[in-house]
């Protein structure tokens, strides 16, 4: 069973920065597509940033530039790092995978991430 946690999120002033990671489990990371998705209160989960196994990676409009996204195969993890950060980036930020090969897609629990004005 593939597990995913997040950690790194908390409250930032805007124009900061934050980290998000990522741990994957139970499967081989290399088979794994992971991304990151929001979901701001009471709006639809939007795509954040997508990541291949090959290392394409792939961002929404808003966030080009600022975010990028990254992952370690050694440690298993796959990194958002977020900079000059808005309140309209807050949040609850969720990882993604998908097993290349079985189409299988995971879910982590999210980390809340809060910018302040």
Same mark, same amino acid.
């Given at each position: 069973?593939v597990?995913?946690?997040?950690s790194?999120?908390?409250l930032?002033?805007?124009?900061g920065?934050?980290?998000?990671?990522? =741990?994957? +489990?139970?499967t081989?990371?290399? &088979?794994?597509s992971?991304?990151?998705?929001?979901q701001?209160?009471?709006? %639809?989960?939007?795509l954040v940033a997508?990541?291949?196994?090959?290392g394409s990676t792939?961002? =929404?409009? +808003?966030?080009?530039?600022?975010? &990028?996204i990254s992952?370690?195969?050694?440690k298993k993890?796959?990194y958002? %790092?977020?900079?000059?950060?808005?309140p309209?980036?807050?949040?609850?930020?969720?990882c993604? =995978?998908e097993?290349?090969?079985?189409?299988?897609?995971y879910?982590?629990?999210?980390?809340?991430v809060t910018v302040?004005?």
């Amino acid at each position: 069973q593939v597990q995913l946690v997040e950690s790194g999120g908390g409250l930032v002033q805007a124009g900061g920065s934050l980290r998000l990671s990522c =741990a994957a +489990s139970g499967t081989i990371f290399s &088979t794994l597509s992971m991304g990151w998705y929001r979901q701001a209160p009471e709006k %639809q989960r939007e795509l954040v940033a997508t990541i291949t196994s090959g290392g394409s990676t792939n961002y =929404a409009d +808003s966030v080009k530039g600022r975010f &990028t996204i990254s992952r370690d195969k050694a440690k298993k993890t796959v990194y958002l %790092q977020m900079t000059s950060l808005k309140p309209e980036d807050t949040a609850v930020y969720s990882c993604n =995978a998908e097993n290349i090969l079985t189409r299988m897609v995971y879910w982590g629990k999210g980390t809340l991430v809060t910018v302040s004005s």
